[in-house]
């Protein structure tokens, strides 16, 4: 079966500090893979996706970047963050095949103070 | 632009109860829905899912209804319980991409 790990589950940054984010998914090959944002009792906002290594797709411009460094492996970096990334982040991967459901990862909480 | 929302941002039900919850897109070329519920401090977790070739799907306890002439979606889940307290989420499948409401957050009442 398949399974989604991401990490750290909570994350305090000062303003200015640089963030990674990563999250690695098992027991499938070349997933679709995604990073969404979400403020305080607010829907997700679609940040990132990417349907192959090194096809990267934004959805939003903003402070921060993603990369695929392999086919399971998802990164969201910052070089500095700002008070405005703080959120929910999620990732999460669907089978390359257009239409279907993502399953999502477990969240970081990142506070930037 | 296109969007995808919820009617009503909560929702109180008895235990035991029926819940629907409701929601509306613009986007009259989608095809595929999904429903998630997520809880407090964790990642949305899959319901239940309808192609639009389909007017209604139904799972354990859970049923989406699809009226694609007025461009509904609702997730009725029957004999609500405790577990079933959470937020839910309509999401609207475009190419490789999905686009959520805001939610719906569901309080069930012992």
């Known amino acids: 079966s398949q399974t989604i790990h991401q990490w750290p589950a909570t994350l305090v940054q000062p303003v200015g500090s640089p963030l990674s984010l990563e999250c690695t998914v098992e027991?499938?090959?070349?997933?679709?893979l995604y990073w969404y944002r979400q403020a305080a009792g607010r829907g997700l906002q679609l940040l990132f996706y990417?349907?192959?290594?090194?096809?990267i797709s934004s959805e939003v411009p903003q402070n921060l970047s993603a990369s695929r460094p392999q086919d399971r492996q998802f990164i969201l970096s910052s070089k500095k963050l700002l008070l405005s990334d703080s959120g929910f982040y999620l990732c999460?991967?669907?089978f390359g095949q257009g239409r279907e459901k993502l399953f999502f990862g477990s969240g970081t909480q990142l506070s930037v103070l | 632009g296109e969007s995808v929302g919820l009617h009503l941002p909560t929702l109180s039900v008895q235990e035991g109860d029926n819940s629907i919850i409701n929601c509306a897109y613009s986007?009259?070329?989608?095809?595929?829905f999904i429903w998630y519920k997520q809880e407090s401090g964790k990642g949305p977790q899959f319901i239940i899912d309808?192609?639009?070739?389909?007017d209604k799907r139904q799972g354990q306890r859970v049923t989406v209804l699809l009226n694609k002439t007025v461009k509904h979606l609702s997730l009725q889940i029957a004999a609500t319980q405790p577990g079933d307290s959470a937020v839910y989420f309509c999401?609207?499948?475009?190419?490789?991409?999905?686009?959520f409401g805001a939610g719906t957050t569901v309080t069930v009442r012992a």
């Open positions: 999401a609207e499948n475009n190419d490789y991409k999905l686009s």
């Open positions: 990417s349907v192959g290594i090194g096809q």
């Open positions: 027991g499938t090959s070349n997933p679709n």
């Open positions: 986007n009259s070329a989608s095809d595929y």
């Open positions: 999460a991967w669907s």
């Open positions: 309808i192609r639009s070739n389909m």
